[in-house]
């Protein structure tokens, strides 16, 4: 059974571009999180989708966009990216209700 | 605001000996508390985890007791290996949402 998958794994961008990241939950999970771990930190709590609805947004700029799939795959976007964007982004995915996360390899994004 | 401490940020043990890690969380709906192992490069990996219900849980040689009217909560490691090095993040549930918000994490170095 394959577990949270996310892509790409390493993106290199520019100052002011804009980025997609993707990730596929583990079959049957419903809720799908996004967190932004820089190094050194633990990770920082993005949006949380379950059942294709916004359920949670943490203290991020409006440049930061996310949208779950009727299959519960899940896209964060961000826009006119910034160098301390930088950072490792995570994505998890439960059966939701406390249940415990289940997290992905990570995109490692890289703003030049 | 919602919010977890842990401490200390790093912690070196003999091997053999035992390791606790101490967390507060500020919100008292909270009802659910991960912990996560994050080894160099990896994902967090969910090692253990409790619900308000129950005062302490136990997995082998990992324990993690929770004191609701004080709001903390303690992974305790007994035995400690080498592979026990990592860094070990907690969390929280505010609002007993389904979001979970980590602490800033532990590095646990375990000497020969």
């Known amino acids: 059974d394959a577990g949270v998958t996310q892509s790409p794994t390493h993106l290199i961008k520019t100052r002011g571009q804009h980025v997609t990241l993707r990730c596929s939950p583990i079959s049957g999970h419903k809720s799908v999180s996004w967190y932004q771990q820089v190094l050194g930190q633990g990770p920082q709590f993005i949006f949380q989708?379950?059942?294709?609805?916004?359920?949670g947004r943490g203290n991020f700029p409006d440049r930061f966009s996310a949208r779950q799939f009727p299959n519960y795959s899940s896209e964060l976007n961000v826009n006119a990216l910034l160098l301390g964007d930088s950072a490792l982004y995570l994505c998890a995915s439960s059966f939701g209700d406390g249940y415990g996360y289940t997290f992905g390899s990570g995109t490692r994004l890289t703003v030049v | 605001g919602e919010n977890v401490e842990q401490h200390p940020s790093t912690l070196s043990v003999q091997e053999g000996d035992s390791a606790v890690i101490k967390c507060t969380y500020s919100d008292s709906a909270s009802n659910y508390f991960p912990w996560y192992k994050q080894e160099l490069g990896k994902r967090p990996q969910l090692i253990i985890d409790i619900r308000s219900n129950v005062g302490e849980k136990k997995d082998q040689r990992i324990a993690v007791t929770l004191n609701k009217t004080a709001k903390h909560f303690s992974l305790h490691i007994t035995e400690t290996q080498p592979e026990d090095s990592a860094v070990y993040f907690c969390?929280?549930?505010?609002?007993?949402?389904?979001?979970?918000?980590f602490g800033k994490g532990t590095r646990l170095h375990i000497l020969p």
């Open positions: 969390a929280a549930n505010p609002n007993r949402d389904d979001k979970i918000i």
């Open positions: 989708y379950y059942e294709k609805e916004e359920r």
